[in-house]
T-cell receptor, first 111, second 117 residues
């Protein structure tokens, strides 16, 4: 079992819809959770971080964390074609430690 | 967010030669940097963790004598691919941890695309 698991997709949603990306992790002691966006041929870009249970909103993005279920998700409201990318979930056990990345979910937003 | 740069952005070299890639944190001091490799349509693979002033920690299966990492200052880490071969052709990406953000968040450089002919 991988430490961080994501559905590989592809996930396809129409423009204007809500895209829901999911991630589960195996280490119950994990403390920090991140979502990165990676466009094809480019490096990952940090878009959200979340450390406490509940929701965290930033513009059209909402990260949701449920440590009891070992589950973190990313919602993208009013999806745009420019949101089409691979989204990587990353989990850290300690502040100073390395992040463990999932394999990513590819999102396609169709006009 | 914090800015991390890499140089060069792409490089073509002949088999058997060595290539050095630089990673710099531009607006913060990074005690820890990470080096990743990514093959086309594959996931990120962590190669090593680079700590300023000490030896790098390599992931299992990564040859430390082939991928030399030096983190000589708080803003610069270098990766040298020695005796490169075509199978080393890949997208190499560095990442730096910004201690000013609680030490949690990692920011990626733009990557270096290496082609070995």
């Amino acid at each position: 079992q991988k430490e961080v698991e994501q559905n590989s997709g592809p996930l396809s949603v129409p423009e204007g819809a809500i895209a829901s990306l999911n991630c589960t992790y195996s280490d119950r002691g994990s403390q920090s959770f991140f979502w990165y966006r990676q466009y094809s041929g480019k490096s990952p870009e940090l878009i959200m971080s979340i450390y406490s249970n509940g929701d965290k909103e930033d513009g059209r993005f909402t990260a949701q964390l449920n440590k009891a279920s070992q589950y973190v998700s990313l919602l993208i409201r009013d999806s745009q074609p420019s949101d089409s990318a691979t989204y990587l979930c990353a989990v850290k056990y300690t502040n100073a430690g390395k992040s463990t990345f999932g394999d990513g979910t590819t999102l396609t937003v169709k006009p | 967010g914090a800015v991390v740069s890499q140089h060069p952005s792409w490089v073509i070299c002949k088999s058997g030669t060595s290539v050095k890639i630089e990673c710099r944190s531009l607006d913060f001091q990074a005690t820890t940097m990470f080096w990743y490799r990514q093959f086309p349509k594959q996931s990120l693979m962590l190669m090593a963790t680079s700590n300023e002033g000490s030896k790098a920690t390599y992931e299992q299966g990564v040859e430390k004598d082939k991928f030399l990492i030096n983190h000589a200052s708080l803003t610069l880490s270098t990766l040298t691919v020695t005796s490169a071969h075509p199978e080393d052709s890949s997208f190499y990406i560095c990442s730096a941890r910004d201690p000013g953000q609680g030490g949690n968040e990692q920011y990626f450089g733009p990557g270096t695309r290496l082609t070995v002919t």
